[in-house]
Each structure stands twice: as structure tokens, then as C-alpha cells.
């Protein structure tokens, strides 16, 4: 105790501290109990250090209310992706005003959309308020910390990609890996590693796994990049994306020392999608609508005229050369052309067929240059809105999860329900 009171007491206001060493769980136990039964003796340290997903969450139950509600970030980087995400979707968002917390998507009737602050999107996930999210996914495990009630429905919605990293000084010289760190003969249980965060659930399993008892974490808001170099902490664990901020502030990361990868996920609460009518219904909806999209977007449509003697005589050719680059989906799409013959009418002399492909963008002109390879003519690029497939393995994977099977979403219509 008397380490983290004195850590707490030297420390700014801004950061709060949290000994390994003390066992973390024990202390927040102690303080979720303090504040139940009303005492009020613990310190600022041990309050603050309280996480949100430790707080008594009160869950309503899921008949107080009828309409489906999504949440989705107000503001930050997340905020404008998602809008456009969902709009690419033809998902798009209506605010009735500008200052308005809550809006809807007319393309989905009996779901309303409502604008928090990412954190918040994953607290009322967990209470109830709402019942499906779009938030990063260091949020969503930070705040989230495991509970089973949160179900990742999509884990990629490619945008917000960053990764939660240790950083330490780049004047450390002889430390450029997560043992040298955790081996320096600096760190002892009078001296631990003082690590600031703003992931504290995440920092506690982190180096709870690693076994590492030399460490001290600390909390704060942000800029915690300046906080080695004020010498309020010897490192930090913090989002990552272009590493300018790291580079910027003379830290580096260290091999070993990437803690998660984060994109924006798609998350449900699964109370709501087990009970609340509708619910599964219209994640359904958004799951095959964003994973048309998704699919879609690393893609071109290639169409060309292409020489041969028979459709088969060319698959087999584009697949010999081409190989998987020129396959297509499932395969190539041939059929033949038909032109206006002597008499007018179409016919086809059988020697020029279209091939249609879905091609990777990364690798649209080699694939053009083959199909030129292979006789190809006239080669038309498409963008593609959608690639709808069967049923998304994503869907399979979360009706797995629930533990149901695919006969009773068959049998679910808005105001059914499961039951
Ligand atoms: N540098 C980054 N690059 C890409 N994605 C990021 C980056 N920083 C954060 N994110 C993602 O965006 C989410 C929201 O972060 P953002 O900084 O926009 O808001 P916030 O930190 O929740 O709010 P604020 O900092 O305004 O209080 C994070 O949870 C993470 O998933
Ligand atoms: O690797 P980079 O591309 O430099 O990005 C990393 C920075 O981005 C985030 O901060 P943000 O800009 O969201 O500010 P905040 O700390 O106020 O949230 C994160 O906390 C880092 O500081
Ligand atoms: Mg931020």
C-alpha cells in the first residue's frame, strides 16, 4: 500500500497508479466493495484505478424497450470512417440534427443510431442501452475485458488499424526486446518498470501472462508520450499507427512488445441478439451488406474479348497461365459473342468469347497484361459495388456462437424473435 500511496502522491494529477505488486485484483475487489457498502476512506489512486468494466453495470432487461439500437463513434478518427463505411454500404446515416445524439439509417427501418464517444459505445453495449456497435477493437477488449456478453460480429471492417504497443526511450540502447526490458537488472519490487497507459485492463493480463511482478502501471488521458521524458514513467503502452507520435517524442517500440492489433470491429450484445425480436434479423443485414462491400472493394471487374476455339479451350488456357490470378471468384465467367451476321442477325462464328474476372487491385495490370497474353482484346476495368457469395462464413460462425442453428434464423422475422 504504501508504495502505491507514495507513487500516487508524487506522480501529477493526471496519472493515477497501479502496483502489480499488491495484486491487482484484491485491490480493486476491495474498492468495487468500499464503494457498495459506502465507505469512503480508499485513496484518489485506488478510485481512479476503478475500470469502468469493473463498475457495477446495471443490465435493463431486454423488454423495457422495443426499438433496435445501434451505436457508433460521435467524434475521433473512428467517427468519419464508419459514416463512410456505412454509406459505401448504402447504410447511410440520417441526422435529423446536427446536434443530435440519436438518427437512423431509412434503409433500416426499426433501428435507430445513436452517436457516443467510443467508450461509452462498448459500456452500454454492456448494459443494455444498446444493442449492436461499431468501435476499435482495443476498446472493445480494454473496456469489454472478456465479458462474454459482447459478440464480435465483424473483426475487420478495415478501418482504425493501429496496434497497442510498448515503447521505451530510443536512448535505451542495449533494450530492443520485450526480454531485454523485462530482464534489466533496473526493475525490482522497490523499483518497478513504471509503465503509463491508458489500457490498464489490457497492461494487467499483459504482463500478468508474462509473469513479470516488477511493475507498476499507471494511468492517464493522454500525451503519453511525454511521460518518460518528464520521468513520470520508463515507458508506455499506447496505440501505435504511423509511429510519428513514438518518433516524435524519442521513443521506440520493441520486438515482442506488440501488445494487440486493432481495427474497427462490429460487435453485438448477445442478450439482444438471443432475445430482442429483430435483433439477429438485422445483423444479418449488415453483416452480408459489409461483407459484400469488403469483398468487393479489394477487387476490379476485368471483362475482354478473348480468341479461342471453345469456352473450355480458354478457361484452361487463362488457368494455365494466369492461375489463381486470372480464375476469378469461382472461375472465369466465359460466353460466347455474338455479332450481326450477313442476314442482320446475331451470330456468333465462334472465335471471339468474353471473359469476365474479379481481379485483385494490387494486381489489376499484371492481370491485364496476361489476358493480352492470351489474345485478349478490348479489356474493360469496372469497379465493383458488392460480391455477394452464399452465406457469409462470418454469419456461420456467429450462429455457431450463439449456439443455434441455421433453422431458427429461417424461422425469425421481425417481432418473432427467438425464443
Ligand atoms: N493513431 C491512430 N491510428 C488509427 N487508429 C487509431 C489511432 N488512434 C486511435 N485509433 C483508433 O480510434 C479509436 C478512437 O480513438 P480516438 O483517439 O479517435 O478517440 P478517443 O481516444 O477515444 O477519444 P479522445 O482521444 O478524443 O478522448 C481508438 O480506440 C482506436 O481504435
Ligand atoms: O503512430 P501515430 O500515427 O503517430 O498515432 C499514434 C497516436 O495516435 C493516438 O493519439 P491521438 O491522436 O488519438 O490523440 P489522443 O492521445 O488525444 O487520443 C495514440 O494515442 C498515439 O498518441
Ligand atoms: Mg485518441
Redesign the pocket.
Known amino acids: 500500500m504504501a508504495a502505491l500511496m507514495s507513487a500516487a502522491q508524487v506522480k501529477p494529477s493526471w496519472f493515477s497508479a497501479h502496483n502489480l505488486l499488491r495484486g491487482p485484483k484484491t485491490g480493486r475487489a476491495s474498492a468495487v466493495r468500499a464503494e457498495r457498502s459506502g465507505v469512503n476512506h480508499l485513496t484518489v489512486a485506488s478510485i481512479r484505478q476503478q475500470k469502468p468494466s469493473m463498475q457495477a453495470v446495471y443490465r435493463r432487461s431486454v423488454e423495457s424497450r422495443d426499438s433496435i439500437r445501434m451505436g457508433i463513434p460521435s467524434k475521433?478518427?473512428m467517427a468519419e470512417d464508419t459514416m463512410n463505411l456505412l454509406d459505401d454500404c448504402q447504410l447511410k446515416v440520417r441526422k435529423i440534427n446536427p446536434r443530435q445524439y440519436a438518427a437512423e439509417i431509412p434503409n433500416v427501418p426499426g433501428m435507430e443510431v445513436w452517436f457516443q464517444r467510443a467508450t461509452d459505445v462498448v459500456r452500454k453495449l454492456l448494459s443494455g442501452d444498446i444493442d449492436i456497435g461499431i468501435v476499435g477493437y482495443d476498446m472493445l477488449r480494454e473496456i469489454g475485458n472478456e465479458d462474454d456478453e459482447l459478440v464480435v460480429v465483424h473483426d475487420a471492417l478495415g478501418f482504425g488499424f493501429?496496434h497497442l504497443a510498448i515503447a521505451v526511450p530510443s536512448s535505451w540502447e542495449d533494450i530492443n526486446s520485450l526480454p531485454e526490458l523485462l530482464s534489466d537488472k533496473r526493475w525490482s519490487k522497490d523499483r518497478p518498470l513504471r509503465v503509463v497507459t491508458?489500457y490498464m485492463n489490457l497492461a494487467e493480463r499483459f504482463f500478468g501472462d508474462l509473469g513479470f511482478e516488477n511493475v507498476e502501471l499507471f494511468t492517464a488521458?493522454?500525451?503519453?508520450?511525454a511521460a518518460p521524458a518528464m520521468g513520470a514513467a520508463d515507458c508506455i503502452l499506447?496505440?501505435?499507427?504511423?509511429?510519428?507520435?513514438?518518433?516524435?517524442n524519442n521513443l521506440k517500440q520493441i520486438e515482442g512488445g506488440r501488445v494487440l492489433d486493432s481495427q474497427g470491429v462490429l460487435v453485438a450484445s448477445k442478450t439482444a441478439l438471443l432475445e430482442r425480436p429483430g435483433t439477429l434479423e438485422i445483423v444479418h443485414e449488415l453483416l452480408e451488406r459489409l461483407e459484400a462491400h469488403l469483398r468487393a472493394e479489394g477487387l476490379f471487374m476485368v471483362t475482354a474479348n478473348v480468341r479461342g476455339e471453345t469456352a473450355e479451350e480458354i478457361a484452361t488456357r487463362l488457368a494455365a497461365n494466369g492461375g489463381r490470378l486470372l480464375r476469378g471468384l469461382q472461375g472465369p465467367t466465359i460466353s460466347p459473342i455474338f455479332t450481326a451476321g450477313e442476314d442482320n442477325l446475331p451470330s456468333s462464328d465462334g472465335t471471339f468469347f468474353a471473359v469476365s474476372i474479379g481481379v485483385p487491385k494490387s494486381r489489376i495490370y499484371e492481370a491485364v497484361k496476361e489476358i493480352r497474353k492470351q489474345g485478349g482484346s478490348g479489356v474493360l476495368v469496372f469497379p465493383l459495388t458488392y460480391v455477394f457469395d452464399e452465406e457469409p462464413p462470418r454469419w456461420n460462425a456467429l450462429i455457431n456462437h450463439l449456439g443455434l442453428d441455421s433453422r431458427d434464423y429461417q424461422h425469425l422475422k421481425i417481432g418473432g424473435g427467438i425464443r
Open positions: 475521433g478518427r493501429c491508458a488521458d493522454g500525451a503519453l508520450e499506447d496505440l501505435v499507427s504511423s509511429g510519428t507520435t513514438l518518433r516524435e
